[in-house]
């Protein structure tokens, strides 16, 4: 997500220039490589990795999944070295960039480089003349050399070396933390981002990945064939796409399809709200699926996934950038626009559900576990498309995020508020109770999140729109189940054993899966008697409604059949 913020902002971190300019005129030429984007820009551009990829000299992209590592080039760089430590956070790529005299970088964007997005682009100018400007959003800017300087290269923005000589920079690519938000206090950026200033999305990160390509023209109207959207931008208010062609998704999640396609195949525009009107028919949704994670979820879309006639997407990141989006709207102007968000859902799931093959009939879409709290706008945008909850005993759901803690089950992701919650300070003098935790409570925390989410499913229930549950132990039998028949989806005898062999391993790691052992795995301190039993009759109570009501749903609607 790209919101609204500052362009750029110069910080209070300066470093010796001549120092600098020494050890740069020690670096051989033929360690130099031109860009590779070179659409982007007229004249000559290099660049030098320090930081790259596995540390490869070669490697000057700034994919943000790779795992970074300093190259040969900065061990000849003591002071180079010592300028990169003066930066107390995680570096991702650090490069050296040369535009030589004359040139120019045409406008242009770099998708989830904003200090919100969580990764900060960072300027050091080596080599500079003040005919060196960038344009960005239409305002020019020089970078004086020495100085430390933040470019929002989420904004539109050009630059041009009118000067005789090379402009060099060294450029970081530097992951927010609290030392760097310390050093963005400083510069003023409270003041100057405005009240209304949104906190870090805490799962930007993993979107980064799915912006790092070559970002082609837009043509005017909404992208398709093999276009699939991947962020919101709310400046400005549009959606970044990915081009997939045909690859078909068929790994785990929604993003991995796509982190696993070539680098040499990535593409990405823009498209704003109103191009959207001219996206061609699509797939309508059969199904939504919520959840209270680590419920097999997943596996349910694999298995759905080996059908030919269904598209099942696995929590597709745009739609939780939309979500947290218009939460964040409400948030800072005290409303938020129903109608118009209703029309918005429905334009990002017809977005998503191309068919790309004529035996393609149905579209299911799982959605984060979080998503359950926006049940009224899905149910207001979809009214006749079953929801369906996937839920699995408590302590098994517990146990494992005790061995690998999922982000909705860590403070942050889910509103506190929301959940009921909330954290006491070190050292502060507060009362405990059952909805005051400490921050390492991560084990209450969990049950208060599976609390709040079994509690809105039932409430779903008790308000006349009962969501269509589903027990994690029934996944196994789920191919000859009369559930998929309910939803209109038809199985012959080999795509009934397809779903049968892909239900007999789990869905992320591929080991053979044999359903929950007779008693959870218990490590630590056991949670909370009386929460850990309220959320063992939250669970009580979805059974008794799952057994009483599932016959009876599949027979009032076998007239769909």
């Not at 398709?224 to 959207?229: R, T």
């Not at 704003?272 to 061609?280: F, G, M, R």
């Not at 209109?488 to 044999?514: D, N, V």
């Amino acid at each position: 997500m790209i919101p609204a913020s500052l362009r750029y902002l110069k910080l209070p971190l300066s470093f010796d220039a001549a120092r600098l300019q020494a050890e740069l005129d020690a670096l051989l030429a033929p360690q130099w490589i031109d860009h590779f984007n070179t659409r982007d820009y007229d004249g000559g551009w290099r660049c030098l990795a320090l930081r790259s990829p596995d540390g490869q000299p070669r490697h000057i992209g700034a994919l943000s999944e790779a795992n970074f590592l300093d190259t040969p080039a900065l061990a000849q760089c003591p002071y180079f070295r010592a300028v990169l430590d003066a930066f107390e956070c995680d570096k991702a790529a650090v490069r050296l960039m040369a535009l030589e005299a004359g040139a120019v970088i045409k406008p242009h964007r770099d998708a989830a480089t904003a200090f919100e997005d969580g990764l900060a682009r960072l300027h050091v100018p080596l080599q500079t003349d003040p005919a060196v400007t960038f344009r960005i959003d239409g305002e020019e800017v020089h970078f004086s050399r020495g100085d430390t300087w933040y470019l929002n290269a989420g904004r539109t923005h050009a630059v041009h070396n009118a000067s005789a000589r090379s402009r060099i920079h060294l450029v970081l690519d530097c992951r927010v933390n609290p030392w760097l938000r310390r050093l963005f206090a400083q510069a003023g950026m409270g003041d100057a981002a405005g009240a209304g200033q949104r906190a870090p999305d805490p799962l930007a990160h993993q979107r980064q990945a799915l912006l790092r390509a070559p970002e082609i023209a837009p043509a005017g109207a909404a992208p398709a064939d093999g276009w699939y959207p991947v962020a919101v931008s709310d400046d400005p208010p549009g959606l970044w796409w990915r081009h997939l062609g045909q690859q078909p998704f068929s790994e785990p999640f929604f993003a991995d399809t796509l982190r696993r396609q070539p680098p040499a195949e990535r593409l990405r525009r823009f498209a704003d709200w109103p191009a959207l009107a001219d996206l061609p028919e699509a797939l309508a949704p059969t199904a939504f699926i919520f959840h209270v994670s680590r419920c097999g979820s997943t596996l349910l879309t694999q298995m759905l996934a080996t059908l030919p006639s269904c598209v099942a997407l696995s929590e597709p990141p745009v739609l939780d950038d939309f979500l947290r989006l218009r939460r964040a709207g409400r948030d800072a102007a005290g409303a938020i626009d129903d109608a118009g968000d209703t029309v918005r859902l429905r334009v990002l799931v017809r977005a998503l559900g191309q068919r790309r093959d004529a035996r393609q009939r149905h579209l299911v879409i799982k959605l984060d576990s979080w998503h359950l709290r926006d049940l009224p706008l899905f149910r207001a945008a979809f009214p006749h498309t079953p929801m369906l909850f996937l839920y699995r005993e408590p302590l098994q759901v517990l146990a494992s995020h005790r061995r690998q803690r999922g982000p909705q089950m860590l403070p942050g992701v889910i509103d506190d508020g929301w959940l009921g919650v909330t954290f006491r300070r070190p050292g502060a003098d507060q009362p405990e109770d059952a909805a005051s935790l400490a921050p390492a409570d991560l084990d209450r925390y969990c049950l208060h999140v599976l609390r709040a989410l079994m509690e809105t499913a039932l409430a779903a229930g008790d308000g006349g729109q009962p969501l269509t549950l589903l027990n994690y132990q029934q996944l196994p039998q789920l191919p000859d189940a009369p559930l998929l028949a309910w939803l209109g989806i038809r199985c012959g005898r080999t795509e009934r054993l397809a779903m049968r062999q892909r239900a007999g391993f789990h869905a992320k790691h591929g080991a053979p899966f044999t359903g929950d052992s007779a008693t959870a795995e218990r490590r630590g301190a056991a949670p909370e008697p009386a929460l850990l039993e309220r959320v063992a009759q939250l669970y009580a109570m979805l059974e008794r409604s799952r057994l009483r009501n599932e016959i009876v749903q599949y027979q009032d609607n076998c007239d769909r059949l």
